[in-house]
């Protein structure tokens, strides 16, 4: 069947458009079916040599679902989890080259207190 379609810069151009008894060959269902269970056999079998290889993985503890599930089962579990992990906590204090470190160099209160306390006065001053 043929027609002619009107196109915004050309004056006409003709359009075959296939009558809808007309079908296209397609693959058997069954070949797609194995292609798809190939398919979907390989990426489980990644997913699971991903997994067994991740260097990451916490394999020996026990997590609960969601259905086990409260505040003190979870806390208690993440204390357990963290309790003989080092930590290193470091802070910095507004741009100071010195880093304080945990039995380093002794932390005081009042350090915070005399920042906060600064910044204060200097943004009262300055009025925007």
């Known amino acids: 069947m043929n027609k002619t379609k009107s196109v915004r810069f050309q004056e006409t151009i003709d359009v075959y458009i ?3 008894d007309d079908t296209i060959d397609t693959e058997d269902d069954g070949d797609l079916s194995e292609l798809a269970l190939d398919l979907a056999e390989s990426a489980i079998t990644a997913a699971i040599k991903t997994v067994e290889e991740d260097e990451y993985t ?3 503890i026990n997590w609960i679902t969601h259905g ?6 979870g ?3 993440i204390e357990e989890f963290v309790l003989d992990a080092p930590v290193d906590v470091s802070f910095i204090f507004e741009g100071q080259s010195l880093v304080h470190r945990p ?3 002794r932390f005081r209160e009042k350090w915070t207190r005399d920042l906060v306390e600064a910044k204060h006065i ?3 001053s300055n009025p925007f």
């Not at 086990?68 to 089962?73: G, N």
């Open 18 to 20: 296939c009558p809808s």
């Open 58 to 60: 916490v394999k020996d």
């Open 75 to 77: 806390r208690k579990q």
């Open 68 to 73: 086990e599930f409260t505040a003190e089962r």
């Open 103 to 105: 039995g380093k160099t």
């Open 122 to 124: 200097l943004m009262e």
